[in-house]
């Protein structure tokens, strides 16, 4: 494994209303992009940028029952950091290091909210940190 870029930093939130509306006002993003639901994953999404192309804010909220976001949102009612992203090269290598070093992948390797494959280790393997490796996008998505 080569660390790569820190994407996005994953924060769960109740409102995503009032989320954006904190990242705006009280943190100064001038980039939001526009929320958008991914049903597969239970998760509606808004990316906040930081300046010049940094690390990025993906706000999730749940969307739908059974959102994988409702039982940390029912452990942290405010919300709060829920992941980690890191870019890699090879999605394919990447995993197979992980699962080589005895690490919980959690479920199939998808297309993450960028349009690039992902897949989640899980926290209690990773430090406490749920960790998504992602393959770097070559185009960030608005
Ligand atoms: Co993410």
Partial sequence: MKLGRLNHVG?????????ITFWRDVMGATQIGEPFDMPEQGVRVCFVDTPDGGTQIELLAPLGDGSP???????NPLGGQHHLAFEVPDIIAARIEFEAAGKRVLGPTRIGAHGTPVFFVHPK????VLTEIMETPHAVRR
């Fill in 11 to 19: 924060v769960a939130t109740p409102d995503l209303e009032a989320s």
């Fill in 69 to 75: 976001i409702s039982a940390f949102l029912e452990r």
């Fill in 125 to 128: 393997d990773m430090a406490g």
